[in-house]
């Protein structure tokens, strides 16, 4: 009896034959390396409306599960264009995205477009490897709070405030009253507290492989991808096709993957609750005025870098 190797042999012989030559090359050759491409663009924000959309664990947990859901892939590489936002949800991201690559032993690699900035570069830690185009926007490593103070407007108009509270730091920071000191220690307490959970994030994330001190790194500051990558805070510069063309071969392809409908889609959350949107609810004429200021909000942190 000839061994088995054998018969496998004679079999891959065909691929001699003129007439089904091409047809068993294409049985035994080696797949193309394929890589998903999960795209992670906007201002990162828990609550999100259908025309004020953020990015959020909610917004992209289907689209994560179905990058890692195939185990052939060589990888899976997140597209980031985002200024930052709530640092809750990036953190969510970003600990998604670390979990499923564990699970199913798929290494990630982060891409920076125009801006990986504040939580948009927490969610580049999410990569093994993190890259980035020379110009792009990194850093800014920190926290802000942001308002405005209406107490003079008020007052010049005549209105009179009326707040009522069981405890008396519930109506703490009101942007109507005039500000408390110890309301602005307790704000900057709870910052420093955020901050140093990011800061711990990068020590970790990029262990080994930053070079400048923690005082210059940490400050809120944001510089190019160039200048990034002498501090470490990036591995290299480039665009993702050259990249991961040139780790995993020519023949490599990149498939976007992107789950969600339009709309009025039926979708589920990140805790995979299904939900369906419909015009009545979203309370488009009580929206309205929130809308225009989260938009506001969302174009200040763009421009806060250039764009």
Do not use: C
Not at 9 to 21: A, E, K, S, Y
Not at 52 to 80: G, H, Y
Request: no cysteine; proline share 5%; hydrophobic share 40%.
């Amino acid at each position: 009896m000839s061994h088995p190797m054998g018969i496998k042999d004679n079999l891959r012989g065909l691929r001699d034959q003129p007439l089904i030559g091409p047809l068993a090359k294409k049985l035994f050759s080696e797949p193309e390396p394929l890589v998903h491409v999960v795209r992670l663009n906007g201002v990162i924000g828990g609550q999100s409306s259908p025309f004020n959309p953020s990015l959020s664990l909610t917004s992209v947990a289907a689209d994560l599960e179905a990058a890692f859901a195939d185990k052939s892939v060589k990888a899976v590489a997140l597209a980031i264009n985002s200024p930052g936002g709530s640092p809750v949800q990036s953190a969510l991201i970003m600990k998604r995205v670390r979990a499923l690559s564990a699970e199913k032993e798929i290494p990630v690699f982060a891409f920076i477009e125009d801006v990986g900035a504040s939580g948009g570069y927490m969610l580049a830690l999410a990569g093994d490897e993190i890259y980035a185009d020379e110009n792009s926007v990194v850093g800014s490593i920190g926290v802000v709070s942001a308002g405005f103070g209406f107490k003079q407007l008020i007052d010049r108009v005549g209105v009179e405030r009326r707040v009522y509270t069981a405890g008396e730091s519930k109506a703490m920071l009101d942007p109507f009253q005039a500000e408390d000191p110890k309301d602005v220690e307790h704000l900057k307490s709870l910052q420093a507290e955020v901050h140093e959970s990011f800061k711990q994030m990068v020590r970790d994330r990029r262990e080994g492989k930053l070079t400048a001190p923690e005082s210059d790194l940490f400050t809120g500051s944001f510089w190019t991808g160039a200048k990034a990558q002498t501090l470490g805070l990036i591995d290299g510069l480039g665009d993702m096709r050259a990249i991961l063309k040139d780790k995993f071969g020519e023949k490599t392809k990149l498939k976007l993957v992107h789950t969600s409908g339009g709309l009025f889609r039926r979708n589920k959350n990140a805790a995979g609750v299904s939900h369906t949107a419909s015009p009545s609810s979203l309370s488009l004429d009580t929206n309205l005025v929130e809308n225009g200021l989260s938009a506001l909000e969302t174009r200040a942190l763009w421009s806060r870098f250039g764009l």
